[in-house]
């Protein structure tokens, strides 16, 4: 993470208890690859997703005392989403849009064997690509569900982790 960087949110120095502090590694900490990863796919740039992530955990040191949850990773992707969407509309004012085509995109049967994870490979490198030209929001929930293994009442349930906006 880059140290150069300000913070988007204004307020005071982030700064928690021991006993916060403790609280915070064990609910938070855990889940700031995940933050990252959330944050490169929305931004689409790895030094501004740094930069987001950045934000975004001074942003939850800030109002981590109103977390009244055990689990903080909705929590903490929720904050990741809404610096990462911050950015965005700063940055851009349009969306992008592509139609879905299901002969492209559809799933195939597993199997093993060199040719296997070839078509793997070929089909990761389609994900890739296809994410890249989706809308941030679809972009967003595709990614918070399959690489981030959220549930769909957890992606759900965000407007009611957006304490921290």
Not at 2 to 12: A, C, K, M, V
Not at 106 to 113: T, Y
Not at 125 to 130: F, V
């Given at each position: 993470?880059?140290?150069?960087?300000?913070?988007e949110?204004?307020?005071p120095?982030?700064?928690?208890?021991?006993?916060?502090?403790?609280?915070?590694?064990?609910c938070?900490?855990?889940?700031?690859?995940a933050?990252?990863?959330?944050?490169r796919?929305?931004?689409?740039?790895?030094?501004?997703?740094?930069?987001?992530?950045?934000?975004a955990?001074?942003?939850?040191?800030?109002?981590?005392?109103?977390?009244?949850?055990?689990?903080?990773?909705?929590?903490?992707?929720?904050?990741?989403?809404?610096v990462?969407?911050?950015?965005?509309?700063?940055?851009?004012?349009?969306?992008?849009?592509?139609?879905?085509?299901?002969?492209?995109?559809s799933?195939?049967?597993?199997?093993?064997?060199?040719?296997?994870?070839?078509?793997?490979?070929?089909?990761?490198?389609?994900?890739?690509?296809?994410?890249?030209?989706l809308?941030?929001e679809?972009?967003?929930a595709?990614?918070?569900?399959?690489?981030?293994?959220?549930?769909?009442?957890?992606?759900?349930?965000?407007?009611?982790?957006?304490?921290?906006?």
């Amino acid at each position: 993470m880059t140290h150069e960087s300000r913070p988007e949110t204004p307020g005071p120095e982030p700064s928690l208890s021991p006993r916060e502090a403790e609280r915070f590694g064990e609910c938070v900490l855990p889940y700031l690859d995940a933050a990252y990863n959330l944050a490169r796919y929305l931004v689409r740039d790895p030094h501004e997703a740094e930069e987001a992530v950045q934000d975004a955990f001074l942003r939850a040191i800030r109002h981590f005392g109103g977390f009244r949850g055990v689990d903080g990773r909705a929590w903490i992707l929720s904050i990741v989403r809404n610096v990462c969407f911050t950015r965005l509309r700063r940055r851009r004012a349009g969306g992008e849009k592509v139609e879905f085509d299901e002969e492209i995109h559809s799933d195939e049967e597993q199997a093993s064997g060199p040719e296997a994870d070839l078509a793997r490979t070929i089909a990761a490198d389609s994900l890739r690509r296809g994410l890249s030209q989706l809308a941030v929001e679809f972009r967003e929930a595709l990614v918070l569900r399959e690489l981030e293994g959220l549930s769909y009442k957890e992606i759900a349930r965000w407007p009611e982790c957006r304490s921290a906006r």
